[in-house]
């Protein structure tokens, strides 16, 4: 069992930056990898990128490559996606979750957080 807590969201203009972290319990934490998702209004909840296990390999969504970068603290038990050169379309909710292999597929994930807001202005 994961329980996985994000934090970091808020309000930014374009072109600006924040970093969410999700906050994860749970002894076998450093088993599972763990991908960042995100859900506008009125849209499907789409992937955003993946870390594995021991941080070794990262993959990104198109859009968001080159702007975002996925990380983890297995000490700490936190997972970060630092986000820079924000755009209004993304604005969503942004949510972590974890499972025992990657994959970028959301069904496929066992164990999601509650989301962070984040809100890009123009």
């Known amino acids: 069992q994961v329980q996985l807590v994000e934090s970091g969201g808020g309000l930014v203009q374009a072109g600006g930056s924040l970093r969410l972290s999700c906050a994860a319990s749970?002894?076998?934490?450093?088993?599972?990898?763990v991908g960042w998702f995100r859900q506008a209004l009125g849209t499907e909840r789409e992937f955003v990128a993946v870390?594995?296990?021991?941080?070794?390999?990262?993959y990104y969504a198109d859009s968001v490559k080159g702007r975002f970068t996925i990380s983890r603290d297995n000490v700490k038990s936190t997972i970060y996606l630092q986000m820079n050169s924000l755009r209004p379309e993304d604005t969503a909710v942004y949510y972590c979750?974890?499972?025992?292999?990657?994959?970028?597929?959301?069904?496929?994930?066992?164990?999601w957080g509650q989301g962070t807001q984040v809100t890009v202005s123009s």
């Open positions: 870390v594995s296990r021991s941080g070794s390999s990262t």
């Open positions: 979750a974890a499972r025992q292999g990657i994959t970028m597929r959301t069904k496929d994930y066992d164990y």
């Open positions: 749970g002894r076998t934490f450093s088993t599972y990898a």
